[in-house]
């Protein structure tokens, strides 16, 4: 509870009150800075207290002083990129419109901060920068005509789908650099065999489709076109929630 309480503190407040053993001159934000930069560069796995103190030129201990643990560190670092998305999204495009916006948004943040999409969202940062997103994303449901509760599900339903395809991109990513090679390198190399073992008399249905989708794409997955196809997927399953609640409401209407 004490630990949740200082987490809250630090996210709202911010407070500056000396404690014996803080470096003149350091900050919380300088701390979270530190830490983002760090996992920017090298992944989350890299980011621990006494790595961000080493960054800071300040022993761990003095680290401590500032943010309890790793755990509240985390907190922070995601609600500072939070606080810094991009919110420009305008009141007079369409529903389909802003919510693309809204994933477009979500996307540049996994792009730019790659490890935010690996941190779990069970239990997301109570903080301004939550906050700010929050209200900012639902506001793109306005004029949709669902409910609250339809709301902040149809919400989680979209980014949702694109942590999953961020992380997905990732995963390509790292593979691609442990192997130093691209996907169409990879597939270029191992395609001949490939055509050897693949039976098309077996698997009739997988070698025409997984053929046509590899020339189509160049590689067995192409996490761009993934995205956008899948998006659009999402968009529609919106729309239908959407327009059948604009139908009810038609027939309500009528019936008054």
């Not at 709202?12 to 900050?27: E, H, I, Y």
């Not at 201990?61 to 907190?75: C, E, G, I, R, S």
């Not at 008399?201 to 076109?225: C, E, I, M, N």
Request: proline content about 4%; glycine content about 8%.
């Amino acid at each position: 509870m004490a630990e949740a309480r200082r987490t809250i503190d630090l996210l709202w407040f911010d407070q500056p009150a000396s404690r014996r053993g803080r470096k003149k001159g350091l900050t919380v934000a300088q701390v979270v800075d530190a830490a983002i930069t760090l996992a920017d560069d090298e992944g989350l796995d890299a980011v621990s207290m006494r790595r961000v103190a080493q960054e800071l030129g300040v022993v761990p201990m003095t680290l401590y002083t500032y943010v309890p643990d790793k755990a509240a560190l985390l907190d922070l670092m995601l609600d500072a990129v939070y606080l810094r998305m991009s919110r420009e999204g305008g009141a007079e495009a369409s529903w389909r419109e802003r919510l693309a916006a809204v994933a477009e948004d979500n996307r540049l943040l996994y792009a730019q901060h790659p490890w935010a999409a690996g941190i779990s969202q069970s239990r997301p940062p109570l903080g301004p920068g939550l906050m700010a997103k929050y209200e900012y994303e639902l506001r793109a449901f306005d004029g949709t005509g669902l409910d609250d509760v339809e709301t902040d599900s149809a919400l989680t339903y979209l980014l949702g789908f694109v942590q999953a395809s961020a992380r997905a991109a990732a995963d390509a990513r790292a593979a691609a650099e442990r192997s130093a090679r691209t996907d169409q390198e990879w597939w270029a190399e191992n395609g001949p065999l490939l055509e050897k073992v693949f039976d098309p008399q077996a698997y009739p249905t997988a070698v025409r489709v997984g053929a046509a989708a590899g020339a189509a794409l160049g590689a067995a997955f192409d996490p761009g076109h993934a995205y956008a196809f899948g998006l659009e997927r999402v968009l529609d399953g919106l729309g239908v929630l959407i327009e059948r609640r604009s139908r009810e409401r038609d027939v309500s209407d009528r019936r008054r």
